[in-house]
């Protein structure tokens, strides 16, 4: 891993929402909210690299456990508004480790999303901590131990939540089946 890269932690204390299939959505970050580490995040400062992003046609990674080598899915969707870093995107359950992460998010194991970037400017805050003024954000984690605990993701609607849950349980066991058919 870089060792210039920072990662911070968002936990929810309510399991990650999938719907349609294996789609999340929530805050991988909360504006003004000091962390586990001290810092606080302020608002806007993941907009100078949101833009430069989209205007170079590159998209934040989704990695499990903030493993380059792991990619899970693709985020959708990125944007700040008053609350924080709001994300929505899709799991890649025909990947080993998304197939994984999906059934663990299911089950209500895994409830965590976890930032990486680097500070580009930043402020001493009146606690000893730093305000994180501008960063430039690379990932968006599915981790097990989050830094940010008042993070939440969107939770859905509990019959829509179900339904979904349950069809994608199913897709996984019939893959997974398919596979070890596949490999006799």
Wanted: glycine residues 10%; aromatic residues 6%.
């Amino acid at each position: 891993m870089d060792p210039h890269l920072e990662v911070k932690f968002a936990n929810s204390p309510a399991p990650i929402t999938l719907t349609e299939g294996a789609r999340i959505e929530g805050y991988a970050s909360r504006f003004n909210e000091v962390d586990q580490g001290g810092d606080q995040v302020m608002p806007g400062a993941y907009a100078a690299a949101l833009e430069r992003l989209k205007t170079q046609g590159r998209r934040v990674k989704m990695l499990w456990q903030h493993d380059p080598s792991q990619p899970i899915g693709v985020w959708d969707n990125l944007h700040e508004d008053a609350t924080g870093l709001y994300v929505s995107g899709r799991i890649l359950t025909e990947t080993r480790q998304g197939g994984e992460a999906a059934a663990l998010i299911a089950a209500g194991a895994l409830d965590g999303l976890s930032i990486g970037y680097r500070t580009t400017k930043s402020a001493r805050s009146d606690t000893g901590g730093r305000q994180l003024l501008e960063l430039d954000l690379w990932e968006v984690s599915l981790v097990t131990f989050p830094m940010l605990p008042t993070a939440r993701v969107t939770p859905g609607q509990k019959s829509e939540r179900t339904e979904n849950l349950h069809a994608l349980a199913q897709a996984l066991r019939q893959a997974t089946q398919q596979l070890q058919c596949e490999t006799l």
